[in-house]
């Protein structure tokens, strides 16, 4: 049996939600970010299979530019990261609360 | 065959995808991120985004995984500096309720038909489809993403230079 559309959005949901536990449960910003990168793989899948099973080629379009959206937002992200450890000497996202005072 | 292809290469992103949420050292995170990447890569391939797979692997891969395994190195954070990771009780709802929203999405679609095979044609996901899906149809998006990269190319410049004292 060739896989439909439904198991592949099976699979990007399982990726997405998967994405979604290690930012609520992890503290280690670092480890916070790859789990951003998984929820956005979770998306780009979601958005290729639409592209197949549709004959879409606008879905790939958008597919690219959300790997592209998400190569500058890893680069900020590290940025700010790189920013607060100098500052602050942390990892934690507990710790990184400057903000909140 | 497809589908003995599309479990494995789904087994490889989803085991990847939890073992780099539930590493303590953040470069063993990121080299289970690169085994999800790769198989999501072949995914791709599947799916006949020829040229997708290829800047899964070129882009995400690479890219992505060595600016973070430099800044983790950058970093150096020590090992007792590493958060120690307990589950919280906000933690633990929000999973609870993650899983809750995960069933609620899921279950219409693994009810219903999984469909047939797409219905596309030669050529379909190749480079020049593609090309030409971006410069004939999506040329705006496509300038306003290059907005946004240069965009974020200034932000991180502005913010990772030194202070100059005065």
Redesign the interface.
């Known amino acids: 049996m060739e896989p439909g559309i439904s198991h592949f959005l099976v699979l990007s949901s399982l990726l997405f939600v998967i994405g979604l536990v290690g930012v609520m449960v992890r503290r280690n910003v670092l480890i916070v970010l790859l789990s951003i990168e998984i929820m956005l793989n979770g998306a780009i899948l979601a958005s290729v299979s639409f592209a197949y099973f549709q004959a879409m080629m606008g879905a790939q379009v958008f597919a690219l530019f959300l790997m592209a959206l998400a190569a500058a937002e890893a680069g900020l992200a590290l940025a700010i990261l790189v920013l607060v450890y100098r500052k602050q000497g942390v990892v934690s996202a507990d710790d990184i609360q400057l903000l909140k005072q | 065959m497809?589908?003995i292809a599309?479990y494995v290469l789904?087994g490889f992103?989803?085991i990847g995808?939890?073992l780099?949420?539930s590493?303590r050292q953040?470069v063993a995170?990121?080299m289970w991120?690169v085994v999800?990447?790769l198989g999501?890569a072949g995914?791709?391939f599947l799916?006949?985004?020829e040229?997708?797979g290829l800047?899964?692997v070129f882009?995400?891969g690479d890219?992505?995984t060595v600016?973070?395994i430099f800044?983790?190195m950058?970093?150096n954070?020590p090992e007792e500096?590493?958060?120690?990771?307990q589950?919280s009780m906000g933690?633990l709802i929000?999973?609870i309720f993650?899983?809750l929203?995960?069933a609620l999405?899921?279950r219409p679609?693994?009810l219903?038909?999984?469909?047939?095979?797409?219905?596309?044609?030669e050529g379909?996901?190749s480079i020049s489809?593609?090309a030409?899906?971006?410069f004939e149809?999506?040329f705006l998006?496509?300038q306003a993403?290059g907005i946004?990269?240069v965009v974020?190319?200034i932000?991180?410049t502005v913010?990772?230079r030194k202070e100059v004292e005065e």
């Open positions: 497809e589908s599309f789904g992103s989803v995808a939890l780099v949420i590493r953040p995170a990121v991120l999800s990447i999501l995914l791709f799916l006949q985004a040229y997708l800047m899964q882009l995400y890219a992505i600016i973070f800044i983790i950058v970093l954070v500096k590493l958060p120690m990771e589950i933690a929000g999973v993650a899983a929203g995960l999405f899921l679609s693994l219903a038909d999984p469909g047939t095979g797409g219905t596309v044609s379909f996901g489809a593609l030409t899906a971006i149809r999506h998006s496509f993403l946004l990269v974020a190319i932000g991180v913010l990772s």
